[in-house]
């Protein structure tokens, strides 16, 4: 009985498949600036303790602080993946805007600069040549792994390896490390769907020409995962700190300030 | 559009199928609960919990598409014409599972719980009865990673590589060799690894979905089998056909099987040693003294392996089957109550992985200069042994000459090895 009734649904389902693109033209951007409310947390001394390469690794002479946590002094934030969301039950475009084809051929590099990451926060296309430079006078290792990517690269000091990334597109940032010493961090987000921004020192975000039409917005920390708690005016983000947006063609919709609870970012 | 209109045959009538009937034959295979309490730990506060139902909805979906240990399964999604008959034969896998027997014919069957489970454990999960014991760990094979292989990092190992291990074991690990055991036998159990590793990377997958979820089911069914009867709604069917996408076409089939289907093309290519990689050529001596200069210097191996060779430069790193669980989740390797809630769902305490001292003559992924070129060349995958992408082949081919020589050199001459290493190192 189920099964027939199983079939049946098949083939309204094959059916009502074939109609979902709508038309759409033009263009629209995304904007914004991510503030921290209430108490900053505390970035810790990097776990730097007596490894061998010390010398190397302090700035200024001492032990530099986790850059886990970027604000400025008006506790503006750094380092928040807004991204179009791309995850269970999202609707996300069919083509992108023809400028996003030349970011795929931009090299991109992350440094090692006294054993740290440079940037931080990092994002890439498919396919996209990442650039491994190792400004250090000592060697490091660069392990970059996401939910789809996986390298380990031996970079020498004081030189570069490219590497190609593959074509598979992850959901959220995953992580770069380094072995040889513990602490060193980035993050890095490797998808095909090109509206992305990262917030900058300022906690500015602008995600430009998105299609006109709805869409989800993700907003992502590496030290609170999904932002669920962010407050943004006119919207309510859901559990995968989520909001649904609606892009005008030619325009640009400014979400204005966000604010986020610093308890928010305790990862 | 046939592609979909399979896996919901598929998986529908497997579901729908399982809905109330209950199997409790042991053995079964061992839910990831490592998994889970790491997905809590992650992404809820500390006295929130997902809600148990999620293990219910998990075994089933698992079962449904997986079978279990004495009556194994595969998603051919696409019936007889799936390209996944490639890969896993039915006939193979039923051969490695249940429980270990020899039939009239003299056909023997139960080869993964006769030769493998006490180690690798039933489930795969790398915790059979002797495991905790062993060091290294015997494999997880779940989290679908291979240190020995002839592909890079992520892609899966090809069938010849999964031979070349069982035929020969890992020296220097407890992983033996079962060069007696018959080839048809051995593919059985290269291909019973290969069921486990994907069963165990979709669960993982599902796991890893919850904490998106918001209390609903992962598959729905009550959105398209309504107990009232009634017809589904256009909304309902659609968000029903995503929920598929999302978990079976998406989550195993692109993501899993898919890159499994042919890992041979991914296999890198071995280019050929100068002719003064071998021992009589008159410049060999030359040549493993370039490969001592790259040891030191391009190649960064002294870092993590010593001055010396013997191992002691980096002894603090944990592998990937440990950083696993211990890093996202405030835990103190060295302190067994920070991870007293994953010790207590069988979580194996973290060691520490070791560089190879280098000064003896084992190699774990085998001693053929091919297997040390694919080595450095690739890294070692789940473990900090990184490729040396910046080296050109003869550079590679230089340090593995340099590498086979160690052994007999006085390696005490590049430097003195860390008193406190010593002890920790010498094995």
Known sequence: ??????????????????????????????????????????????????????????????????????????????????????????????????????????????????CRFVPKASFARPGQTLILKNSDNVGHNCRIATMEHEHNV?????????????????????????????????????????????SDKDGKFKIENIPAGDWKFQFWHKKGGYLKTIE???????????????????????LGTLSLPGAALTK | MPRLFYQLIFIGTALLGMAGCERSEPPVFRFNSVEWVKQEKTHLSDDEHFPEAYKTEIGTIMTALFGTPDDPKFPFFLGDDDPAHDIISIENL????????????ERAS????????????????????TAASLEPYPRDFRLGKFKFKSTPLRSPPTDHDLTEILVNGIPGSAMPSFRTLPEDQIQSLVEYVKYLTMRGQFERFLLGELAALDGEPLIDLSLVDKPSGEEPSEDDIEEFED????????????????????????????????????????????????????????????????????????????????????KSADVDPGDPASYSDFSAVGALPPRPVKPRNLTRHY??????PDDLYLRLRNGIEGTPMPASTAMTSDEIWAVVAYVRAMPYLDSKKNGSVKPVNKKQVMR
């Open chain 1, 1 to 114: 009985m189920k099964r027939v009734f199983f079939c049946t649904l098949l083939f309204v389902l094959c059916v009502s498949m074939s109609s979902v693109s709508s038309a759409q033209d033009g263009w629209g951007n995304l904007t914004g600036q991510i503030v921290i409310s209430g108490d900053v947390p505390e970035n810790q001394p990097e776990a730097v303790k007596d490894n061998p390469d010390k010398a190397v690794c302090l700035v200024d002479g001492k032990v530099p602080l986790d850059d886990g946590v970027v604000v400025n002094d008006k506790n503006q934030l750094r380092d928040v993946y807004v991204m179009m969301y791309t995850g269970r039950g999202a609707d996300t475009p069919d083509t992108y805007h023809p400028s996003y084809e030349a970011q795929k051929a931009v090299k991109l590099t992350l440094d090692n600069d006294k």
């Open chain 1, 154 to 198: 031996n970079i020498v000091k004081n030189a570069a390896s490219e590497i190609v990334l593959g074509e598979e597109s992850d959901k959220i940032p995953g992580e770069v490390k380094c072995d040889i010493h513990q602490w060193m961090d980035a993050i890095i987000l490797i998808r095909d769907n090109p509206y992305v921004s990262i």
């Open chain 1, 232 to 254: 943004v005016k006119g919207y309510e983000p859901d559990r995968r700190g989520t909001i649904e947006a609606t892009i005008k063609s030619g325009e640009t919709l400014d």
């Open chain 2, 94 to 105: 039923r051969m490695a599972a249940g429980p270990t027997r020899v039939d009239k014919r």
């Open chain 2, 110 to 129: 139960g080869l993964y719980r006769e030769h493998c489970a006490h180690c690798h454990g039933i489930t795969g999960n790398g915790a059979g009865d």
């Open chain 2, 243 to 326: 929920q598929m996408y999302t978990v079976i076409g998406e989550g195993l089939q692109e993501r899993i099987i898919a890159r499994w289907l042919r890992p041979e093309r991914k296999v890198t290519k071995i280019e050929a040693a100068p002719p003064e990689f071998d021992m009589q050529h008159q410049e060999h001596a030359q040549f493993v003294q370039q490969g001592r200069e790259l040891f030191f210097a391009k190649g960064n191996c002294m870092q993590c392996h010593g001055d010396t060779g013997i191992g002691d430069g980096q002894l603090n790193n944990f592998d990937d089957w440990t950083n696993d669980w211990i």
């Open chain 2, 363 to 368: 190699y774990r992924g085998g001693d053929h």
